[in-house]
């Protein structure tokens, strides 16, 4: 099939999803768990296959860690899956319940949103994470992972459409894309697609995002903040500074500017340098940080920049509002986080902050939805509009109005002659 | 000032806007109702001079009605900002509460989106409906209106930004734009609007959907349908077809297809016909429309059309089914109503038609903000993510997540010698 083809026949299968009850996608999800566990065999093969072609290339090691997909890998997906089973059904839930007027009732509902194409790196986990996501939420989904992983996508993403089939779920509910070729595809098709979620490079995520009229959630940039405040606890400063950079530097919730206030740079820089200089990371200072201890030069071009490596650029400034318009300025709106003791500082600082994310006195690197109590996530989103920060199953939601008439026109009452009453009601749609 | 000088003004403004108490924003609510009523007869003298001019121009008698403002119109927006003024404060509502392990809490709290660009057309009210709403969500606003109301929408700018500047809202809160050239320019400002909604002609919409990064809440087509199901009630769905076609034929949620149970369509279409004469509306039917009444024929592009004129295409399906599909390849996924004494066939209905509004027994026309009880509304959103249908304040917000930790990081949690205890917290954000 076609990338349209594919595209329209999720459009159809997620109208008949959007309608699917509990039940059956509880069912559906245990049945691509039993299937997962009973093909393990076949699975670990393909991966095999990816994992022997990968060597060949000479694929790092790190990234042939993350391909890699073993029995620990599947008991691990199960385990997710045991977890959402468990979660209550996102679609259905009533927002809102009005009359609008005697034998007339308003009700704002949560429904699907439609369609979700997905890119994803090269861990086939993510995969399943996704798509057993997308299926207790009622969306369709278009998944293209990785091309090292192609063997094994293809055999999960077989094995997972084969038992949602034999449940009842509809076909054509789940979409696998194989080449770039298909992306491009993708990113024209607004008609049957609802949501893009790139999870990837930042370039690849700003291609995407300029390249298409279908919304886009994800995030580009995750330049993360931490500002240690005049009454901050050093120790507790140092610990903060050095988890949120060096936990792990390759993510987008790390660490990539330290912020200082100038009253206790002086105790808090050296504690800091040395704790950084123990895990190799390297140092670019502002002038005034330079004065205290002896780094690199940081310059504009280090405030507004990525670095995903063990690499922090430090400022020196006056006090909390320098910081939180450097944050302002420079930040990607992902996660900032203050370490100070003052609860009044903190407040303004989350107040002012505009990241999806604030944090006062714990580590950027919690900012996942993992962390977060969310379950599995699909992706972390910089976006100011439907979801920010860590997205889990809410994130693949939407709203109806469903309204119930008892024959009501709209005349009369533009004639003045009937009169809304606008009663809150204390009750969830009928339906369901 | 230029609009990239005015739409930084108003990111600066937004981020303390953001933070601002409910008394100081119903404080500069109740400022700028006093500002209106002190200002009336400069209003409307300004209003006077937009008339004449737009008389001389030629003005459409409906358009120069919707132009004028005179003291009932002043009256009539502060009847609005009364309303608005009994509204909760939307902003800083906890929508969850997590501790994820002893002394490190997450709060998902709401908070405004930030810069919203608004353009509208000639109604002077609006700017002040729009204008308010925005305050009251905490959000900054760039609002560009018709030319025909350029002096009446200066003054009331000026009335405004003064009146609230009295009460201590940031300057710049609120951006008067003047010229197309400068809609061109915003749509250009992706790091500092974060929103555009568009109201206007569908084409125009189209136009600033295809040419920003800048997400869109709007919609371009609003393609409405009424179904008479086999067990409709013959006099209500009479009554519904005429009222969603004829109330007021030049809106979006007016209907322009009418789709007809063929078990049903003998006996319904001629009564429809004659209701539908009656107001001048001609029909354009598909042919088994044909074989039961004598109308135009209707063509693959009528089901296309959105007339938003006193014309409605007309087709007979052969059952729920059909009509569903038919819906969700035509419509716009505006509004949908079915006319059905059966509780089932309508629950199925409003499962399947994808639409931000899906109605039963009752007309298209009633999807609108007021008329649902949101108070004012900024648009009519068929967008499928964030606010779909009539948007009032609800649609102005996004969230922040916010976590307190007591020195908490990452990497005991990563080792697995801490384990999360994501534990539901009964209580709301601490700040405010």
Redesign the interface.
């Known amino acids: 099939m076609s990338i349209t083809e594919i595209a329209a026949a999720a459009r159809k299968a ?3 999803l ?2 699917a009850k509990t039940e059956q996608k509880n069912e559906a999800l245990m049945a691509i768990r039993k299937a997962l566990l009973d093909n393990a065999d076949a699975i670990i093969a393909a991966n095999q296959v990816d994992l022997e072609q990968a060597e060949k290339d000479n694929l790092a090691g790190p990234l042939l860690k993350r391909l890699k997909f073993d029995q620990s890998k599947i008991d691990g997906v199960c385990e997710g899956i045991d977890s959402l089973l468990k979660l209550e059904d996102p679609v259905g839930q009533t927002l809102s319940a ?1 009359e ?1 007027d005697a034998g ?1 009732e ?1 009700y704002k509902v949560t429904c699907p ?2 369609v979700i194409g997905v890119i994803f790196e090269s861990r086939p986990d993510a995969l399943v994470q996704i798509s057993t996501l997308c299926l207790k939420s009622g969306n369709a989904v278009l998944l293209k992972g990785g091309s090292e992983a192609a063997q094994t996508n293809r055999i999960l993403a077989d094995v997972i459409t084969k038992a949602t089939a034999a449940v009842g779920i509809p076909d054509g509910w789940l979409g696998l894309l194989e080449t770039r070729a298909d992306v491009a595809g993708m990113l024209k098709l607004d008609d049957d697609i ?2 893009i979620i790139p999870r990837g490079s930042n370039e690849f995520v700003k291609y995407i ?2 390249n298409s ?1 279908i ?1 886009v ?1 994800g995030h580009a940039d995750g330049i993360c903040h931490v500002y240690i405040d005049a009454e901050a ?1 050093i120790d ?1 400063a140092v ?2 500074s ?2 949120s950079k060096c ?2 530097v390759a993510v987008c919730n790390a660490e990539e500017t330290l912020l200082v206030h100038e009253a206790i740079a002086g105790e808090f820089l050296p504690k800091a340098k040395a704790a950084l200089d123990a895990k190799n990371c390297e140092i670019r200072g502002c002038e005034k940080t330079r004065v205290i201890i002896d780094v690199k030069p940081a310059d504009d071009q280090d405030w507004k920049t990525e670095y995903l490596d063990y690499i922090l650029s430090v400022k020196v400034v006056s006090d909390l509002n320098a910081a939180i318009e450097h944050i ?1 300025t420079y930040g990607s709106g992902h996660t900032d986080a203050i370490v100070t003791a003052n609860k009044a500082t ?3 600082f ?3 902050v ?10 950027t ?3 996942d939805g993992f ?3 969310l379950g599995a996530e699909v992706g972390i989103s910089t ?4 979801a ?3 997205v889990g199953l809410e994130g693949l939601l ?14 009369p ?2 004639a003045g002659d009937k009169h ?1 009453t ?1 009663q809150k009601l204390d009750k969830d749609w009928i ?1 369901g």
């Open positions: 997620a109208i008949q959007a309608a009005t609008l007339l308003l949103i439609g609802d949501l995002m300029d009229n919304p959630l606890d507790m610990n903060i050095v988890d936990q792990y302002n903190a407040m303004t989350m107040d002012l505009d990241a999806g994310d604030v944090f006062w006195n714990c580590s690197r919690f900012s962390r977060y109590g976006n100011k509009i439907h920010r920060g860590p939407i709203y109806k109005w469903r309204m119930i008439g008892t024959g009501q026109t709209v005349e009452y533009a809304f606008h339906g």
